[in-house]
């Protein structure tokens, strides 16, 4: 079985500040490596996947993060935060070659001080 | 990129009735698709996979009398929370599998459910 542990529940920076949030994972085999977004009272949003190309994957919105195996992590980063970042994140994993499903971390909510 | 919909984005219902939530696929079909429960400041759980023409798979400890789902075509899938009592309420959120892209799920907006 594969789990996410996301550390920190609540990050806080500056507006303009480097945005760090954290995914580690678990996984018996290769696994695939996803970040989500969600707004308050709206569904997710892919950010960004990691499926065995790069390690160093970029996103939307200005967001990248890289596969780390030596370190289990999948972290999430942004160099400058904007106050749209401002919401709720979510890592997660599933298997390949199994059977589609997600395992989602605790989440990170990200509030961006102005 | 690939679009999910939800309908409704909010419901209110009495005790003891039953609320059918849609989950559509709008731009491409999905053989796939499944039901999340999310509740206030929390993590998504999975309750079932949707599988077009077959039965849902249920999570363990999600009652399949109670949460029907249907998934009649490649582009629907049907969540019905039968009987609904207060504790049901929560956010429902449905994603959906595109086929040929790597287990990438995408989401629809979700609706809350508010059983009174």
């Known amino acids: 079985a594969q789990s996410v542990t996301q550390l920190g529940s609540h990050v806080s920076v500056s507006e303009g500040a480097l945005v760090l949030l954290r995914c580690n994972y678990s996984s018996s085999v290769p696994p695939y490596l996803f970040w989500y977004v969600q707004y308050p009272n709206q569904g997710l949003q892919l950010l960004l996947k990691?499926?065995?190309?790069?390690?160093l994957v970029k996103g939307i919105n200005g967001f990248e993060a890289e596969f780390k195996k030596s370190e289990t992590s999948f972290h999430l980063t942004k160099p400058s935060a904007h106050m749209s970042d401002a919401a709720e994140y979510f890592c997660a994993v599933s298997v390949r070659f199994g059977n589609e499903k997600l395992t989602f971390g605790t989440g990170t909510r990200l509030t961006i001080i102005p | 990129g690939a679009v999910v919909s939800q309908h409704p984005s909010w419901v209110i219902c009495k005790s003891g009735t039953s609320v059918k939530i849609e989950c559509r696929s709008l731009d491409f079909q999905a053989t796939t698709m499944f039901w999340y429960r999310q509740f206030p400041k929390q993590s998504l759980m999975l309750m079932a996979t949707s599988n077009e023409g077959s039965k849902a798979t249920y999570e363990q400890g999600v009652e399949k009398d109670k949460f029907l789902i249907n998934h009649a075509s490649l582009t629907l899938s049907t969540l019905t929370v039968t009987s609904a009592h207060p504790e049901d309420s929560s956010f429902y959120i449905c994603?959906?599998?595109?086929?040929?892209?790597?287990?990438?799920?995408?989401f629809g907006p979700g609706t809350r459910l508010t059983v009174l």
């Open positions: 994603s959906a599998r595109e086929p040929g892209v790597a287990d990438t799920q995408y």
């Open positions: 990691y499926t065995s190309a790069a390690t």
